[in-house]
Antibody
Framework: QMKLQESGPGLVKPSETLSLTCTVSGGSINGDTYYWGWIRQPPGKGLEWIGNVYYSGSTYYNSSLKSRVTISVDTSRKHFSLKLSSVTAADTAVYYC?????????????WGKGTTVTVSS | SYEMTQPLSLSVALGQTAKITCGGNIIGSKDVHWYQQKPGQAPVLVIYRDNNRPSGIPERFSGSNSGNTATLTISRAQAGDEADYYCQVWENSAVVFGGGTKVTVL
């Protein structure tokens, strides 16, 4: 059974770069029928999509975050990563990684448990 | 960008039926997916492509989609169904979520 696990610092200073990694186990990251994505949830608020990466490295990003976001994939290490630059308190959230499936209809069928990131000095 | 509207909250009596709506412009022409999120937990897919249940999701969960409204129906509501529910579509190369509906089982 596929599992995803987020990892990275739980505390980031304002103006710095948030970096998270999602490790994939129990299946291949190379499948051409999947995207790998990041979603976040600020405290007490709804879900916000950040972006997706394909095993080839091609990406889609949320237009509201695009200038600050980089998502990459390392198939040899079976993980994909999120970098969010110039963070502020508004970036404080639980960050989830997920697998997306179903070409042209894309939805998230496997989720990590999430990791809390706080932006504070 | 595409927007979807969900009621903020909804209450349902134990054993009764809850209908959670997701409104959007001609949403009936899109494939709508639904997630359940319990407090402190990651979301779980409960319906995909309007009306399909992943394995392990009870038959009490069903979906429909027509015109400008998609609906997630929870039949014979149980205490364990109390959660936030989100609709989602893929539109213009982006994942779009509805704002979420908090369902309370009385």
């Amino acid at each position: 059974q596929m599992k995803l696990q987020e990892s990275g610092p739980g505390l980031v200073k304002p103006s710095e770069t948030l970096s998270l990694t999602c490790t994939v186990s129990g299946g291949s990251i190379n499948g051409d029928t999947y995207y790998w994505g990041w979603i976040r949830q600020p405290p007490g608020k709804g879900l916000e999509w950040i972006g997706n990466v394909y095993y080839s490295g091609s990406t889609y990003y949320n237009s509201s975050l695009k200038s600050r976001v980089t998502i990459s994939v390392d198939t040899s290490r079976k993980h994909f990563s999120l970098k969010l630059s110039s963070v502020t308190a508004a970036d404080t959230a639980v960050y989830y990684c997920a697998r997306l499936t179903d070409y042209s209809r894309w939805y998230m069928d496997v989720w990590g448990k999430g990791t809390t990131v706080t932006v504070s000095s | 960008s595409y927007e979807m509207t969900q009621p903020l909250s909804l209450s349902v009596a134990l054993g009764q039926t809850a209908k959670i709506t997701c409104g959007g412009n001609i949403i009936g022409s899109k494939d709508v997916h639904w997630y359940q999120q319990k407090p402190g937990q990651a979301p779980v897919l409960v319906i995909y492509r309007d009306n399909n249940r992943p394995s392990g999701i009870p038959e009490r969960f069903s979906g429909s989609n027509s015109g400008n409204t998609a609906t997630l129906t929870i039949s014979r509501a149980q205490a364990g169904d109390e959660a936030d529910y989100y609709c989602q579509v893929w539109e213009n190369s982006a994942v779009v979520f509805g704002g979420g509906t908090k369902v309370t089982v009385l």
